[in-house]
Nanobody, 125 residues
Framework: QVQVVESGGGLVQAGGSLSVSCAASGSIFVITAMGWFRQAPGNQRELVAAITSVGSTSYADSVQGRFTITRDNAKNTAYLQMNSLKPEDTAVYYC???????????????????WGQGTQVTVSS
């Protein structure tokens, strides 16, 4: 059993910053990747950023240069720092944890077997 708990998020004005974190616990043999995905009303869940066990990162084009994902392997925790936020960043942000040895860069949501409950990020204009 693996638990994924997200924290952070909230409401911020456009141009502001927020951070979210994600902690995984439980019967974890190895985490191969941790990722942040988001889903806005009426949209599909999309990748925001992912980080592998060796620290390789991937970002959606829309957040490149504004968001930074980091990871503390010892704590099974991932962090997402979001700067220069835009109203279009408004969504529920979900943390995914993968134990798939073939997760690759971590861009594919189907490779994540464990998810948090989601945290709302709202950016006002």
């Amino acid at each position: 059993q693996v638990q994924v708990v997200e924290s952070g998020g909230g409401l911020v004005q456009a141009g502001g910053s927020l951070s979210v974190s994600c902690a995984a616990s439980g019967s974890i043999f190895v985490i191969t990747a941790m990722g942040w995905f988001r889903q806005a009303p009426g949209n599909q869940r999309e990748l925001v950023a992912a980080i592998t066990s060796v620290g390789s990162t991937s970002y959606a084009d829309s957040v490149q240069g504004r968001f930074t994902i980091t990871r503390d392997n010892a704590k099974n925790t991932a962090y997402l720092q979001m700067n220069s936020l835009k109203p279009e960043d408004t969504a529920v942000y979900y943390c995914g944890v993968s134990t798939d040895l073939w997760v690759g860069a971590g861009k594919d949501a189907d490779k994540y077997g464990y998810w948090g409950q989601g945290t709302q990020v709202t950016v006002s204009s």
